[in-house]
């Protein structure tokens, strides 16, 4: 079983509207999550860290983790073309394979 | 401080070769790690520095890999005797406690095996 797992994609919303991000993560000792948005051909770039149950928000993007489900999310509101990017979730050392986004305008 | 570096950003090599990658953290970082990503695949993680000591190695690392920060600054990557499914992009990145800050990444070193 991978330490991380995410939904691959791609995932489609138009200009505007909420995309939503899921993973889950096997390890029940894992503290720390984080969001990374990699656009194409470049590297990952932190976006959210999360460590508590319940919500983080931080301007147009909302983390969402549940331990007891092992489940962690990222909201993107009012998405823009240029939110277009591979997000990747992360939990200890592992990455999930990433979620491809595109915003259409 | 101009973030994580990383040199060179493109490596081609003909198999068999050896390859060595450098990789200079944020300078007030002390833990530095190495990934490998290949197209449409999250970041596989390589092995794990605080200061000096190597403290975690993936067992997918087989031992022509080998890492080494000898002064608890930069880090280098070496591989010995390449082959084609070593071609990846090999990522470093840095972070400082608390781990809740997560990585800053470098912009990556393209290994191509040909």
């Known amino acids: 079983q991978k330490e991380v797992e995410q939904n691959s994609g791609p995932l489609s919303v138009p200009e505007g509207a909420i995309a939503s991000l899921n993973c889950t993560y096997s390890?029940?000792?894992?503290?720390?999550f984080f969001w990374y948005r990699q656009y194409s051909g470049k590297s990952p770039e932190l976006i959210m860290s999360i460590y508590s149950n319940g919500d983080k928000e931080d301007g147009r993007f909302t983390a969402q983790l549940n331990k007891a489900s092992q489940y962690v999310s990222l909201l993107i509101r009012d998405s823009q073309p240029s939110d277009s990017a591979t997000y990747l979730c992360?939990?200890?050392?592992?990455f999930g394979a990433g979620t491809r986004l595109t915003v259409k305008p | 401080d101009t973030g994580v570096s990383q040199n060179p950003r493109h490596k081609i090599t003909k198999r068999g070769q050896n390859v060595t990658f450098r990789c200079d953290p944020i300078?007030?970082?002390?833990?530095l790690y190495w990934y490998r990503q290949t197209l449409g695949q999250g970041p596989e993680f390589l092995t794990y520095f605080q200061n000096e000591a190597q403290l975690e190695k993936s067992r997918l690392l087989s031992d022509r890999f080998s890492a080494e920060r000898p002064k608890g600054s930069f880090s280098t990557l070496e591989i010995q005797r390449t082959e084609q499914g070593d071609s990846a992009m090999y990522l470093c990145a840095s972070s400082t406690p608390p781990r809740i800050y997560g990585y800053t990444f470098g912009s990556g070193t393209r290994l191509t095996v040909v």
């Open positions: 390890d029940r000792g894992s503290q720390s």
């Open positions: 992360a939990a200890q050392r592992g």
């Open positions: 300078s007030e970082h002390n833990r």
